[in-house]
């Protein structure tokens, strides 16, 4: 199974405030989030972060360590900076499988646009196409939602508006039955 999520901001005390995340301090935070990423996906699955995985001086090889799943990929966000991702003999960079600006993917023959910021317009987005991104904490959800777009802001503050525990990735099937509900072409 596949998995996304995005906007983690781990070791960044600010954004407790900045976004009202239901934490005390940023080590509950960053404990809740992983926790939540572990009891989710699996060790062979697969995982996308669509940006802002840490925040500023943020240590990433330190947070990918405490992640089970193996198959890590991630998107940069406005946060990320390459120069914190040290690429590894294995050629994995800082445990990531891969560590890309966008990435399109096909997965149980649905094409996927990944980005870290939301787009309007994307390759075949007029074919089906879906497009999940992060970077607006969630602000866009209700525009998504009333357009009936194939659009879906992943990041973990956008979970209470599906319903799920903070921090929880969406998985494909959860993504699929979104779709499901909007138009067949947007």
Not at 18 to 42: A, K, S, W, Y
Not at 127 to 144: A, F, P, Q, T
Request: glycine share 6%; with cysteine.
């Amino acid at each position: 199974m596949i998995y996304f999520t995005s906007d983690t901001h781990l070791g960044h005390r600010r954004i407790i405030e900045h976004c009202d995340r239901p934490f005390d301090n940023v080590h509950i935070m960053d404990q809740v989030i992983l926790d939540r990423i572990n009891e989710t996906v699996g060790t062979d699955d697969t995982l996308y972060i669509l940006g802002d995985f840490t925040f500023r001086g943020g240590k990433p090889i330190e947070y990918r360590s405490r992640i089970i799943c193996k198959d890590v990929h991630l998107i940069l966000g406005n946060h990320d900076k390459r120069t914190n991702y040290e690429v590894f003999r294995d050629g994995t960079i800082s445990g990531f499988a891969s560590v890309q600006d966008v990435k399109e993917i096909i997965y149980c023959n649905q094409r996927i646009y990944l980005s870290h910021y939301p787009h309007r317009s994307w390759p075949a987005s007029h074919k089906g196409s879906w497009m999940l991104y992060g970077h607006v904490h969630s602000k866009l959800d209700y525009e998504d939602r009333t357009l009936k777009s194939k659009t879906v802001d992943v990041g973990v503050d956008n979970c209470i508006n599906y319903e799920k525990p903070f921090g929880q990735p969406f998985s494909f099937k959860e993504i699929q039955k979104i779709m499901n509900t909007r138009n067949p072409l947007s």
